[in-house]
């Protein structure tokens, strides 16, 4: 009999924990600002910075900003996350966001940019991180490419480099 109000409080704890959705609306939902955001104006450093610390993970955040600081990097070649250097108004409503699957804790979100004719095909990887689902890895699976923002040993090539021509740059009138 004493195992009863036991087995009722695990239940009722159990029954309080907040379950969370899977990452597909929060996916969606960061590419359609991302792309409607660049289409109005791609120099809008506060509305980027707040959609970015919304859905993207913090280390993304931040290897991505160390990359911008160096000079001549050819670590990102293409927005981030859309692999692309350039893009159409026209594709915000023809994006195609899957199905989340489980994938090493997180999750895994195959997706589709462009148009018919020429798609983008895109896998994106999330991870549940303060509270929410912010995407921490981006691939561009048409061309079986990543970019490498965690390859530590690019970053160091990229930051000697950046140094060794910093002069010639600092001498640039601005």
Known sequence: MKAFPLIV?????????PSHRDSTQDVKQFYLSWM??????PDTPR???ALLQRYVAKEVIGRLA????????EIVQAD????????????????RVGQA????????LNLQLGTESAPIQLEVYTRWEEGR???YRVRDAGRHYEQPIYNAGEIT???AWSAEIAPEYEKMPK
């Open 157 to 159: 090539r990229a930051r």
């Open 80 to 95: 981030y996350f859309m692999y692309v250097q350039d893009y159409a108004p026209a594709w915000i409503p023809l994006l």
């Open 9 to 17: 409080l695990i239940l009722l704890i159990c029954g309080c924990t």
């Open 133 to 135: 689902w912010k995407i």
């Open 66 to 73: 160390l990359i911008d600081t160096l000079y001549e990097q």
């Open 47 to 49: 509305e980027t910075s």
């Open 101 to 108: 699957q489980p994938f090493l804790g997180g999750e895994k």
């Open 36 to 41: 409607k955001n660049y289409t109005q104006d």
